[in-house]
């Protein structure tokens, strides 16, 4: 089972203490996102070769023209074999949408450049988005972490060849929940904790972590829409 988008770095935690129940938990891979280029404590994320970490921008730093060039050049030197790049987005808590825009292109076109996937960050700003990857004379391979938006949107984001992601957040709303997967396919389908944040209700813990995993695939199958064990018991996303 794979926790396809979780901050190791970020959750208060020693990581071989959250690898470890994770482990307990039937959890066998981890997807690291960065959020400001190259995620935190980097040289003990590279000590577990379950662990894939990845690069990317958040679309918090849209405006920090100097941090977003510093952390190219990082990323270019760098020897170290990056999984995706990612995650990176559209934000609308977030001002300067064009500036978003133009980071998030950026690393589009990093993306295709380093022949790597793309994880894509969306609160709101759907549309925008979709035309974006749309007009795109080529396209990486792209999942959409922690979806919320509509099944409809996500249908648009599919005939692209994008994968879904779905986090404990997605069980706030069952009806929306049954819509979209209605027509997701089982092998665009992935889950994710997006620890530390989305805790779910259930989870009395502090933190969320990759251990809640297997519990909130459960919760999702007890909606009765159709079995997502063993859309769980999946291979990395590429």
């Known amino acids: 089972m794979i926790d396809n988008h979780v901050h ?3 959750i208060n935690d020693s990581i071989s203490n959250i690898v470890d129940r994770a482990k307990k938990a039937g959890i066998t891979q981890f997807v690291v996102p960065g959020i400001c280029g190259f ?18 921008i958040y679309p918090k730093y849209a405006e920090d023209e100097e941090l977003i060039e510093k952390e190219i050049k990082k990323l270019k030197a760098s020897s170290l074999e990056i999984y995706a790049i990612g995650e990176c987005g559209l934000d609308k808590r977030f001002p300067n949408l064009e500036k ?5 292109k950026k690393q589009l076109s990093i993306a295709l450049e380093m022949n790597k996937p793309i994880i894509i960050h969306l609160v709101g700003h759907w549309q925008k988005a979709y035309e974006l990857i749309k007009e795109a004379p080529e396209k990486p391979d792209f999942i959409l972490h922690s979806w919320s938006g509509s099944a409809q949107m996500a249908k648009e984001f599919l005939k692209l060849g994008g994968k879904i992601s779905l986090s404990a ?36 813990t502090e933190q969320n972590e990759p251990a809640n995993l297997p519990r909130i695939i459960e919760a999702i199958r007890e909606l009765r829409i159709e079995s997502t064990e063993r859309r769980a018991k999946q291979s990395l996303a590429w």
Do not use: M, Y
Request: glycine share 2%.
């Open 100 to 104: 978003q825009i133009h980071l998030f």
């Open 39 to 56: 995620p935190q404590k980097l040289d003990e994320l590279q000590k577990f070769s379950e662990i894939k970490i990845c690069w990317g």
């Open 8 to 10: 190791l770095d970020l």
């Open 169 to 204: 957040s997605a069980l706030s709303n069952p009806k929306k929940l049954k819509e979209l997967l209605d027509i997701v396919p089982n092998d665009r389908l992935l889950f994710e904790t997006d620890s530390p944040d989305q805790k779910p209700d259930f989870v009395s």
